[in-house]
């Protein structure tokens, strides 16, 4: 089948847009259709917006079907999973906008979470911000999942620790200099329920300034400094700590029994979930330079259950 052009691409986007908005299954199926055919060109220059577009086509029927789901297997979810990584993986995702790069990383993110797989999402999202450091969607949802964690971190002083700075995430998300495009800004709303949440265990900012992240010692020789330093960097200590960064408190590894910290043993507020994108976003770099003002869908909003 021949390439797909821009302008077919951008209508393709429009008519998922549309049947996900219709809540239309059958159109769905049809559209996925269409653009798997134009997945057999692996050479497309814009292969990795349709392994997006294919994704967000599974994140609607999984939304339409059984968004709750705890089913061992879930077709929609593991093909979501694999359309992210594809287009994660393709050789023109690096011609994305750096928000749509975002937009995959922090759904596959999400759907990581939704299977309970909170490490590898707050990775996810560091991803995300690596290349959209204000990006409100990432920052919100990271810091929820760092708030899934606390309550499984045993040690209460490391539970208080990562959750001032899930804290210190959350208010990033809501401070002015947030970039809501591609995202909903009525998730503001939930991000400042999980703020609230927090200052009511803690003091946030207290806790912050009161723990220095990297005054602690790498060890005697210089062989040892360096190679902690790169255990710290390739993210290898077995320590909850590491969610807040490759910083020196973090090099050591915790192999403390589990417990649930008592200050976090009741649960968040129920309405605290991961805020979904499942829209499809359109700005490419290459055009955007040339002058070309391409479609950006305003994106809703869905909650998946932890």
Same mark, same amino acid.
């Given at each position: !089948? /021949?390439?797909?052009?821009?302008?077919?691409?951008? +209508?393709?986007?429009?008519?998922?847009?549309?049947?996900?908005?219709?809540?239309?299954?059958?159109? $769905?199926?049809?559209?996925?259709?269409?653009?798997?055919? &134009?997945?057999?060109?692996?050479?497309?220059? &814009?292969? *990795?917006?349709?392994? &997006?577009?294919?994704?967000?086509?599974?994140?609607? $029927?999984?939304?339409?079907?059984?968004?709750?789901?705890?089913?061992?297997?879930?077709?929609?979810?593991?093909?979501?999973?694999?359309?992210?990584?594809?287009?994660?993986?393709?050789?023109?995702?690096?011609?994305?906008?750096?928000?749509?790069? =975002?937009?995959?990383?922090?759904?596959?993110?999400?759907?990581?979470?939704?299977?309970?797989?909170?490490?590898?999402?707050?990775?996810?999202?560091? *991803?995300?911000?690596?290349? =959209?450091?204000?990006?409100?969607?990432?920052?919100?949802?990271? /810091?929820? =999942?760092?708030? *899934?964690?606390?309550?499984?971190?045993?040690?209460?002083? @490391?539970?208080?620790?990562?959750?001032?700075?899930? @804290?210190?995430?959350?208010?990033?998300?809501?401070?002015?200099?947030?970039?809501?495009?591609?995202?909903?800004?009525?998730?503001?709303?939930?991000?400042?329920?999980?703020?609230?949440?927090?200052?009511?265990?803690?003091?946030?900012?207290?806790? +912050?300034?009161?723990?220095?992240?990297?005054?602690?010692?790498?060890?005697?020789?210089?062989?040892?400094?360096?190679?902690?330093?790169? /255990?710290?960097?390739?993210?290898?200590?077995?320590?909850?700590?590491?969610?807040?960064?490759? @910083?020196?408190?973090?090099?050591?590894?915790?192999?403390?029994? @589990?417990?649930?910290?008592?200050?976090?043993?009741?649960?968040?507020?129920?309405?605290?979930?991961? +805020?979904?994108?499942?829209?499809? !976003?359109?700005?490419?770099?290459?055009?955007?330079?040339?002058?070309?003002?391409?479609?950006?869908?305003?994106?809703? +909003?869905?909650?998946?259950?932890?």
């Amino acid at each position: !089948m /021949a390439g797909i052009t821009f302008d077919e691409l951008t +209508i393709l986007g429009n008519d998922i847009d549309n049947a996900t908005d219709g809540r239309d299954a059958v159109r $769905l199926e049809e559209l996925d259709g269409t653009a798997k055919s &134009y997945c057999e060109e692996d050479s497309s220059e &814009y292969g *990795a917006a349709i392994w &997006y577009f294919r994704s967000n086509v599974q994140a609607a $029927l999984q939304d339409q079907t059984n968004p709750r789901s705890w089913e061992w297997r879930q077709k929609y979810r593991e093909r979501q999973i694999l359309y992210l990584r594809r287009a994660a993986s393709h050789r023109s995702f690096v011609r994305l906008a750096p928000l749509t790069q =975002a937009s995959i990383f922090t759904n596959l993110a999400n759907t990581f979470s939704s299977f309970g797989r909170g490490l590898e999402a707050i990775e996810l999202y560091g *991803a995300a911000l690596d290349v =959209a450091p204000h990006f409100a969607m990432a920052l919100g949802n990271r /810091a929820s =999942a760092m708030l *899934a964690l606390v309550r499984n971190i045993p040690d209460p002083g @490391h539970a208080t620790l990562v959750a001032a700075y899930a @804290h210190a995430t959350i208010k990033a998300a809501l401070a002015p200099d947030a970039v809501w495009e591609g995202g909903n800004r009525s998730a503001s709303a939930e991000f400042a329920q999980m703020s609230a949440y927090v200052e009511s265990k803690m003091d946030p900012l207290k806790t +912050i300034s009161a723990t220095p992240l990297d005054k602690h010692s790498l060890g005697r020789s210089l062989a040892e400094k360096r190679y902690r330093r790169w /255990a710290l960097n390739s993210n290898l200590f077995l320590n909850p700590l590491m969610v807040i960064g490759p @910083h020196t408190i973090a090099a050591t590894d915790r192999m403390n029994q @589990h417990r649930t910290s008592p200050l976090w043993a009741s649960p968040r507020p129920s309405s605290l979930g991961l +805020i979904k994108s499942n829209k499809n !976003m359109l700005p490419l770099a290459g055009f955007c330079m040339r002058g070309r003002k391409p479609r950006i869908s305003t994106s809703s +909003i869905t909650r998946l259950s932890l």
